[in-house]
């Protein structure tokens, strides 16, 4: 997450990705694990904890925002990434984009 631990609309939104899983039937601890970082949006604690989530080797990451995708796509090209609120609408700012790999995928518009 590229929010601080305490703002409130983060604590909302992973609220909601828990609540989500509930109702898919994926129990936290049972199922699945999850692991948040919080960023604060910094972009070195932002890469730091892109690595430290890499590092784990988990079957999916799940990237909030533009910079924790774009970390978490930096660090590998095997583990899928599911991303969410990020801000790509000009990929010639982000030449990374134009060629990324089908493992990024974002839940906004295409």
Known sequence: MNRAADDPLGQVG?????????QLSWGEGRDVRIDTRWGENNADLVRKYAAE?????????LAVGTLGAM???HLT???????????????????????????LRS????
């Open 14 to 22: 992973l609220a909601a990705f828990q609540r989500s899983l509930q």
């Open 53 to 61: 989530l890499v590092s784990l080797a988990p079957d999916v990451i």
């Open 71 to 73: 970390a978490v796509q």
């Open 77 to 103: 090209r095997t583990l899928p990434i599911v991303s969410n609120g990020c801000q790509w609408t000009d990929k010639d700012k982000h030449p990374r984009l134009r060629a990324s790999p089908p493992t």
């Open 107 to 110: 839940s906004g518009r295409p």
